[in-house]
């Protein structure tokens, strides 16, 4: 277990844990203030929301692109331990039917932390949308999580520190 690990799950029994980074540089907020109560009331799983700063979304850790929504504005990313992470930008973004969005990976594809994912053209869409705050969830049925982390504050796509998922043995 790592340091932060450590301070955030003392004496926990778990298998791993694995640290999630910032998809898009920003400021990181409780997933709770997500304006989407399927999101802020955490129906798919926990989570950390994050304001970004720009269109760049990349890879939060090494994995394999599960899911890509054909709009480009969500994908999901399965780690190696089995968690599964579901990454949507914006509320409301999927009406605009891929205006603005490119993706770079394709569904199947292996990435590294820090891979750009999709790139946003955020002054083509930000009026179009409700938000542009980005969520990043576990998703609940994909591993035996037993506890979520949540960082805040300024982030750093592919470096700062996001959540931290706590896995049982």
């Not at 694995?18 to 203030?33: H, K, M, W």
């Not at 999901?76 to 973004?93: M, N, P, Q, R, S």
């Not at 790139?119 to 609940?140: A, F, G, P």
């Amino acid at each position: 277990m790592s340091f932060l690990s450590n301070l955030f799950h003392p004496n926990s029994q778990t298998r791993d844990d694995l640290e999630v980074s910032a998809v898009v540089s920003g400021t990181l907020l409780p997933i709770t203030e997500v304006p989407d109560i399927v999101i802020s009331e955490k129906v798919v799983g926990d989570g950390v929301a994050i304001c970004p700063d720009s269109g760049v979304i990349v890879a939060p850790f090494d994995g394999v692109i599960s899911r890509l929504i054909a709009t480009s504005s969500a994908f999901a990313i399965k780690a190696d331990c089995g968690l599964e992470l579901y990454v949507t930008f914006g509320v409301g973004a999927i009406d605009l039917q891929g205006e603005g969005f490119v993706s770079c990976v394709n569904v199947g594809q292996r990435v590294k932390r820090g891979d750009e994912i999709l790139n946003v053209d955020l002054k083509r869409i930000e009026d179009k949308i409700k938000s542009t705050m980005t969520s990043m969830i576990t998703v609940n049925s994909s591993a035996h999580i037993t506890k979520v982390t949540a960082a805040s504050g300024k982030c750093t796509a592919g470096k700062t520190p996001a959540l931290w998922v706590a896995l049982a043995k």
